[in-house]
């Protein structure tokens, strides 16, 4: 499983996780994979706190960080991130926020206590992830920085390459994929449509090998529904240095999803994701429940765009979170169609053995089907 990534990132495996919990992040990359923690959710103080605890819980192994500043979002351009907030709270319509509201009533989800707001803007703006950068870049062990929603600016890449980390950056099409590579990306991360989170409408097995040749020689990781070994098999046999996975990761013992939470994962078949724009405005694959059916009925006044969406939907995520048990039907469960195969809770070594166990084996199936 070595291929020349290990060397340049001085990894075992080149198994990149990508998780919000960063005791998953620190767990993976002692086991030889490549932890990334994803920044979005976090201030810039609290990405300090939490980049300080990885640091001091992963050993000498490296890690990375994964910002999100998309090609197109409301508001772009203005890079004072208070202005912008206001700037956005005024254009989101009142009607949006009442239906949000009434589907938590509906299922009898308690608002958040007095004095406890929820966040609204997250770091998908470059006025936002500019700090989150400034920030991972003070932390040594910190090697790579990704970039979800497009091509991160050439400040940005600048910056990061001044600093003498890689730049990766995700993908959803060989388009998306050769603008990354023109603008001087290191590693570009092909995520298939099964794939958990922002996705796009074509399959890994399709994509992967039309971005590995559009961006040859340019590493490419594998994303997009991995979750056993014999995907990582295919997905290096087709070219790829690696594969990228989401949604194994959060259902370890080390994530900190709520019980509830990992109950409906658990429960979850392959057939129960949905790409739905009813959180983040942008479409981003998640358990199927009535909150996604919900913005599809004839009532729902239609998701707003990125970040608007989540202006009026980040109150649901806080009171889910919270409230996991009243808001099972309701819940932003984010995740993949590999759900299907996610069936037990095990600790991060466990997964990683597994997975390049059944990596070998699948290698060695190969071997024995001769030339
Ligand atoms: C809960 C969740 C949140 C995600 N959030 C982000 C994010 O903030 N930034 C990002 O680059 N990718 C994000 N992703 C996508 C992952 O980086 C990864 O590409 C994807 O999970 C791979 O497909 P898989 O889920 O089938 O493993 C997220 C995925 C999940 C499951």
């Not at 709270?89 to 009142?94: F, N, R």
Request: glycine share 12%.
């Amino acid at each position: 499983m070595h291929t020349p990534l290990c060397d340049t990132l001085g990894i075992e495996f080149p198994i990149f996780a990508f998780s919000h919990c960063r005791d998953v992040v620190a767990a993976v990359s002692k086991a030889g994979g490549f932890g990334v923690l994803g920044a979005v959710g976090f201030a810039p103080g609290q990405l300090e706190v939490e980049l300080a605890w990885i640091d001091e819980h992963v050993g000498d192994k490296p890690y990375g960080v994964d910002i999100v500043i998309p090609g197109k979002y409301e508001g772009m351009g203005e890079v004072d991130p208070v202005k912008l907030e206001q700037q956005l709270k005024d254009l989101v319509p009142a009607q949006h926020r009442a239906f949000a509201e009434k589907i938590l009533a509906d299922h009898g989800v308690p608002k958040l206590p007095e004095g406890e707001a929820a966040q609204q803007l997250l770091g998908w703006t470059a006025a936002t992830a500019a700090p989150q950068v400034d920030t991972a870049l003070k932390h040594d062990k910190v090697r790579l920085i990704a970039n979800a929603l497009g091509t991160p600016p050439a400040e940005v890449i600048e910056q990061i390459h001044q600093s003498g980390r890689l730049v990766a950056a995700l993908c959803g099409s060989a388009k998306h994929a050769l603008s990354h590579k023109q603008a001087g990306i290191d590693i570009v991360i092909a995520q298939g449509t099964e794939g958990g989170g922002h996705t796009g409408e074509i399959g890994s097995v399709v994509l992967w090998p039309e971005v590995i040749d559009a961006v040859a020689p340019l590493p490419v990781l594998a994303a997009g529904g991995v979750g056993t070994g014999r995907q990582i098999a295919a997905a290096l046999a087709m070219g790829a240095q690696g594969v990228w996975t989401g949604s194994l990761w959060l259902a370890v013992q080390e994530a900190d999803a709520p019980p509830a939470q990992i109950e409906c994962y658990m429960k979850a078949s392959s057939r129960d994701t949905v790409r739905s724009r009813s959180f983040t405005g942008k479409p981003c694959r998640m358990l199927k429940n009535d909150w996604t059916q919900a913005w599809e009925s004839a009532e729902s006044p239609g998701p707003l765009g990125m970040p608007l969406q989540y202006m009026v939907t980040g109150d649901a995520v806080a009171r889910g979170h919270r409230y996991a048990e009243k808001a099972k039907d309701v819940m932003f469960n984010p995740v993949g169609q590999i759900v299907g195969r996610m069936n037990s809770v095990r600790a991060v070594k466990d997964v990683m053995y597994d997975l390049v166990q059944e990596y070998l084996e699948a290698v060695e199936r190969l071997q024995g089907l001769g030339a």
